[in-house]
């Protein structure tokens, strides 16, 4: 090497992470699952591109997206071009493209309308360990015009936690709540500012019962309503047993009573199938202020070694695209935060690393005289549905081992060295090699 | 409507497709065929962020890339923050970012070193109809320490096309040449400028052989170097005639040697498995400067309706990533350009749309007091394997039927509406209705 050989030597890019083999099929296998579950739903996918107008993100985000947004620009933007065209921005997630979507196709759709993404999305935050600035996002959602019947979110709910259940992760906890019975139990308690006081309960985990009480009694809440509070918010059932607590506590109001009633369908509609991987937890809250009905979260249930992290979650939201179309189009929708996920898990090593590359099969080259069998042996071998390769390059057999073994491919051909001779195929788990034909070999004989 | 309800109306942002439901199926089944055949060949998957470092793209591009890459900018962006990170762009191809992750990860990738890549990349060109700002690359490389054996030419040319040849496409043809053939025979003529002469040729398609005689003549080459060169660029062959027809043109040169005999040792791997489907065509030049061997293009055998359009290809380039690592690695690599062929056959209507949704089976709800069994038959059909929906409400049966046939669904299935009835299913393409066991049900009983 000399002086003259000047080289950009590259580095990771903070919060875009990229795997190495072993690690990017377990995520591909994982994309594959989640796909499986969302479409034996009746979901649809589709696929947006990466970039929206500035305009449209900002007109349905309403503008508070502080340094979140990567706007693209040309590197030698042409003067003459400037402003001609409407500024371009990575979308931040996949449900502002998704109601741009169905207002842009609103006519060529059918509704209900099921659709899931499984699309990168991308955040201009600063640099911080653990943060993601490219993640992908798991999405669900299922829109309808007017009215959406409330066994979609049961039904939304069932596909997420199986898309869970498919991946090689500890199992997990779905957690349920309407938020309908969150403001209704403010109401009949007569609190005035049911903001805050929302606001104040979604952070119990962080700050305790005393940092929820704190702020509430500096707003003026009573005691008594606080502590009313701090009982419904500790209310938890695997079925429709929570109404008989949550009357207990003896508030009453109609918009409760619809909360109670919806989240008391959807457990119904759920316990059956998941036992005691639903939770009514009537705590949860998810922060977004335009959900409007049914909350989830998932959780591990492990929460020794997880905590309470969330590891994704949805509801309900009362119009979806009023941004973009003169339309009431109520939705359901969730996001499994697969990079996030995997991300985690890898950090803990929890994640078994898959084989470096496909190859099920790595049929040896005897020699160069023997090139055309050889080729013949892995066509046929790969026509019947194997992954196979033909080694390289005219080598020693223990070089031409020494590549299956470092590949992880678990078996190797020998196709004949000598006319006379039988194939013969070496299992690189077990050691065993035997003699076998290509046309009518199988893994388990 | 009222003038409150204003809305931000979207609308497609050109070069940047999307599509509706039905034809994202299809372009998924597609991505899908594509990652088969490349696993078949033992190419394992990466995914590398949709940015890179602006200095590594342009120590990789050579700086010569006008207007066409897109840099990230925050929206807020932070003057304490200005220039303290690299800049980031989007990708331009899959080429870069490939070299890149090769020699960042060197020590831990085994060589020879084979992935594929299916993503879109990015350029930021004008807008202009059927150009594409975004487009779906699937990209296969074969990348080695030193030296890179010629079995790998033939294993991804293989491999390259068998990935149309999965595709509900028109025929193609795979056209090869051998950069070798042309320099080497241009060195043989004593023409001194062969870059302007390889340029030349490569536009024969476009300009003809008056308009490539008139560019040479101006260059001072004599006539009958220029029909000797015109010769070498008519010459096609489904095997290694080609060898001999060269030879006829009484040219010789160390250089051409090498090129016909890689060409050969290519063309005979090929032939047995493809016959007529792989065509050496030693007018093939494709531009760009990097290939220095085997080179390979993708058309489409019906030139009436595609004339001589190039739907992807590649070739070898000696030297990958010199940009990035003071290593010599070798490589063959080549890109089926995804969108491009997409978007191409939608225009002339040469796709077939897929259904709407991928449901098999919509279980019908046949009122709200039987909605248990109902939902136990819809589950009991997904568990074994079926994409099932449960109609949503409690509705008219003949507004039930509707939905299944408005989004394609091929399969009505009745639950019991009284207690002593059987499940009945309805295929909705023969009309016919029978009944069934949701627990032994299959699509052709």
Redesign the interface.
Known sequence: ?TAE?R????????G??????EY??V??AWLDRIRRVF??????????????????LL??KGGD??????????????PV?EGK??R???HFDLTVPMA??V???FN???F?F??YQLQ?S?R?E??QKGRYR?FYQCDIDIVNVDAL?L??DA?LAAALLSAYKALDIPPVVMQLNNRKIVTGFLKGLGIEDATLATRTLDKLDKIGAKGVTDILSAAGIASDKITACLGLAAIRAHDSAFVVQVRALGVSHPELDEGLDELAFVID?LA??FGTQVLVNLGIIRGLDYYTGTVMEVRFADTKTFADLSIGGGGRYENLA?????QKLPGVGASLGLTRLFGLLLDKNMITPGR????DILVVLPEEARR?EA??TA?TL?AR??????Y??DAKIKNQLA?AE??NIPFVWFPPFKDDQPHEVKDLTSGQQSPADPATWERNS
Chains 1, 2 share one sequence.
């Open positions: 090497m050989n080289v950009y030597k590259p580095k990771a890019i903070s875009f992470p990229e795997w190495l083999p990017r099929v995520e591909l479409e034996s739903y009746g979901f649809c996918n589709i696929e947006t591109p990466a970039v929206e107008e500035v305009d449209a007109a349905a997206t502080q340094n979140e947004i990567y706007v693209l620009e040309r590197l030698y933007a042409d071009d065209e409407a371009l921005a990575l741009r979507y207002a842009q196709n060529a759709l059918v209900p099921k659709r990168k991308y201009g600063r640099p490219e019947p066994q979609c039904d509609q059956p199938q009023s941004a973009f179309i003169n470096k590359c496909p190859t055309t080729a013949a066509n790969r549905g194997f992954n196979v390769e033909l390289h390059r590549y470092k590949k």
